[in-house]
């Protein structure tokens, strides 16, 4: 179940993900300075995880408690760390699994391809017509694959087909895919169609938005105070005191895509690009925030996060576990202004 739990430090809370709900975990850590024989706690840092709702025990082992790091001119501290599980990966409420499995069928995939180029397929006639040929020639040489794309054809497009290849509405499955092999290698008409509706779902692929509500974020105006006062201005060309949104994004999902999360109300937006070739963490741009757009985060926030495929690896498998994991932090540079 999904529990709210309050323990020493450990604040628990649950936001929504449409008819998901998700838990996240805020872990304030310590940050001890010793200045003129006077100790001085700040509590700083907010680690927030981003889990999927299980019925289960709650597990204090599974807290997020990342640390914060405090250089001569630099603060960072863990804001968050975002974990999407394969199951919120989604076209149209179908799961991105079954989804790539079918664009399988509509490939070639004996050939010398890792990756279909999702953008070049867009807008490069002669990239599809390459595709196409493949098909077909493996099609025409393989006998599993003419039933599989059959299959697919009746699931999806059926109607589409049926005056083609002479056959009743009241035609079953099992009988379609046997008289769609028959015809296949003779038919024209139902070689083009095939190509036509290949391009169509291939073309059409896509994940969508992901969408998050992010509430109250409990930080003491010290902790705010600090991170945000003397801020080089907006229209400063060559700023040395910035406070800035970064972090990195690990994915394992066998596909690139650029991620452009916005954070409503609070005006953050950025995009991040992700490249299946790259194993572990990447890097993300650094994103210079302001005061405002702190405390409308820190307030409670939408997070909308649209996603643009850019390559699938067809040959590589889907695997368990979390697929994308999103760590953010905040960095302060430039000098500290700590009151004591």
Do not use: H
């Amino acid at each position: 179940m999904c529990l709210e739990v309050i323990w020493g430090n450990l604040l628990v809370g649950i936001f929504e993900n449409r008819n998901k709900i998700y838990t996240f975990e805020y872990s304030i850590n310590p940050l001890i300075i010793m200045f003129m024989k006077k100790l001085f706690l700040f509590f700083a840092g907010i680690a927030v995880s981003f889990t999927s709702c299980v019925d289960s025990d709650y597990d204090l082992s599974n807290v997020n408690t990342d640390n914060i790091t405090l250089g001569a001119e630099e603060l960072r501290c863990p804001l968050a760390t975002v974990r999407v599980a394969l199951d919120d990966l989604r076209q149209n409420g179908t799961d991105i699994r079954e989804v790539c499995a079918e664009a399988d069928d509509w490939l070639a995939t004996n050939t010398g391809r890792e990756f279909l180029d999702l953008k070049r397929l867009m807008n490069d006639e002669a990239y599809f017509n390459e595709l196409a040929g493949e098909l077909l020639e493996e099609m025409a040489a393989d006998p599993t694959k003419r039933k599989a794309v059959a299959g697919r054809v009746y699931d999806r497009y059926r109607d589409e087909f049926l005056s083609m290849m002479g056959v009743p509405q009241s035609i079953g499955r099992s009988r379609f895919v046997e008289v769609y092999v028959t015809r296949f290698g003779d038919d024209d008409r139902l070689r083009e169609k095939t190509v036509e509706v290949a391009r169509r779902f291939l073309e059409g692929i896509e994940i969508e938005p992901m969408e998050f509500q992010l509430d109250r974020i409990n930080i003491s105006s010290d902790m705010f105070d600090m991170l945000t006062q003397n801020l080089d201005p907006r229209d400063d060309t060559d700023p040395e005191s910035t406070l800035s949104l970064e972090g990195t994004i690990t994915s394992v999902v066998p596909l690139s895509y650029r991620l452009t999360p916005e954070f409503i109300p609070a005006g953050i937006r950025f995009m991040m690009p992700v490249d299946a070739e790259i194993e572990g963490p990447q890097t993300l741009p650094s994103t210079q925030i302001f005061a405002e757009n702190l405390d409308a985060v820190i307030r409670g926030v939408r997070i909308v996060i649209p996603v643009s495929l850019e390559r699938y690896y067809f040959k590589r498998p889907f695997v368990g576990g979390d697929q994308l994991v999103i760590k953010l932090s905040l960095m302060k540079r430039g000098g500290l202004q700590i009151d004591f």
